[in-house]
């Protein structure tokens, strides 16, 4: 475990925190006016490899060459020269710190860190944080790369738990999930301040990973699975990649699955929650030139490989052996899968296959694909 301390003075500011790696919906911003959860499981901190926050440059002012030195390879409306590293933990984890007042502007229903760093060292006065909790964005405090340091607090030498511990604890997250608007005459509690959606984890995960299915599709249609796989990704496909020739064909792959087919063209695969390592099939070095691997959020993979039945009829009395729940399903949404048009772009500009026209062209047209409610 970790523990952050004072870059001027050495105060300790957080808990002791293992590391995990960045949440696919760590920068997402969701509807409008809606209540979004802590980002960040207790005890845990994450790292995000690229700059993010002020100060922003637009796109007409940064050079071609620099854009691709830095892996972006299509427009953008501009990217941030703020310091890489940022270090994202929950709230409920810091120590030591006090918010400061003059940095509070430009948020609509609370903090959203425009101002830059918004939390000080309580010791030494350095400003060490940024809190963010406004409404439509996921609560969580990044600690700024360059005034803090991270020192190792007891077993910082704990391996990551295996695929097969991963599948054990079955920790599956749903597709569906109440949201919360912002405030309410009635109450938090009350039922018309929630409805139920789609999950935002789920919205922003698929983003991400259709961008790394068209850049696996070559400009040729995919086809992925049926069920919820194809709810969540199918529309979108058929919509975006022009009629031609024959379709590659996506499939679920990963641990405790039996061996992917081997005329598959892209493997589906899961993203390890603590090393962000992706899953590989044993036989990996005889597949990399053809079998493309989108990733997904573990949670998220384990609920479309092995989704959770719900009883027809809710059971009465004491379980009986096998019953998983006593509840009938959870509401469905009233609307089509939408994926995430924030992590779609920003995947989809740091892949080189973005370089193609027709990728371009998606890219310049995402607020017709907004109208048309792909995302």
């Known amino acids: 475990m ?17 590391p995990v790696a960045l949440p696919a919906h760590a920068h997402q911003t969701y509807g409008n006016g809606l209540q979004l959860p802590v980002l960040m499981e207790p005890g845990t901190f994450a790292v995000d ?14 050079d071609p060459d620099e854009a691709a030195a830095r892996g972006i390879y299509a427009p953008v409306p501009g990217l941030s020269d703020g310091a890489p590293g940022a270090v994202v933990i929950a709230p409920g984890e810091t120590r030591n710190t006090r918010l400061i007042p003059e940095k ?29 909790d406004d409404c ?31 599948m054990a604890q079955g920790k599956g ?6 949201i919360a608007t912002w405030g309410s005459r009635m109450g938090a509690g009350h039922w018309s301040n929630h409805w139920w959606s789609w999950s935002p984890q789920w919205e922003a995960a698929a983003g991400r990973a259709l961008a790394h299915l068209l850049a696996a599709s070559e400009g040729r249609p995919v086809s992925v699975p049926d069920g919820l796989t194809s709810d969540v990704f199918q529309r979108a496909l058929d ?15 990963g641990p405790a699955q039996p061996a992917p ?26 597949r990399a030139d053809r079998a493309y691997r989108v ?64 990728l371009r062209e998606i890219l310049e047209n995402l607020t017709q694909h907004m109208h048309t409610h792909l995302f």
């Open 239 to 253: 919509a975006l990649i022009p009629a031609g020739p024959p379709t590659r064909r996506a499939v679920l792959a």
């Open 295 to 358: 990733p997904l959020p573990f949670g998220i993979w384990l609920w479309l490989t092995f989704p959770e039945p719900h009883l027809p009829v809710p059971a009465s009395g004491r379980m009986p052996d096998g019953v998983l729940r006593d509840d009938p399903p959870a509401p469905r949404p009233d609307h089509l899968f939408r994926a995430d048009r924030g992590a779609f772009q920003h995947t989809l500009v740091r892949l080189s296959a973005a370089r193609s026209p027709w």
């Open 49 to 62: 490899p690229e700059p993010w926050g002020p100060p922003w440059r637009r796109w007409e002012e940064i």
């Open 173 to 178: 997250t749903p597709p569906f999930e109440p």
């Open 104 to 132: 509070g502007g430009g948020y609509c229903c609370g903090l959203d860190g425009a101002d830059g760093p918004n939390m000080a060292c309580a010791a030494c006065g350095l400003p060490v944080a940024s809190r963010i």
């Open 136 to 166: 439509s964005l996921w609560q969580a405090v990044w600690l700024a790369p360059n005034a803090v340091r991270c020192l190792p607090a007891g077993d910082t030498d704990a391996a990551p738990l295996s695929w097969a511990e991963l």
């Open 2 to 18: 970790f523990v952050f301390v004072c870059a001027g003075c050495g105060a300790e500011l957080t808990t002791p925190l293992s």
């Open 261 to 286: 087919e081997t005329d598959a063209d892209i493997l589906l695969v899961p993203a390890h929650p603590q090393t962000g390592e992706v899953w590989a099939p044993a036989d990996a070095a005889d």
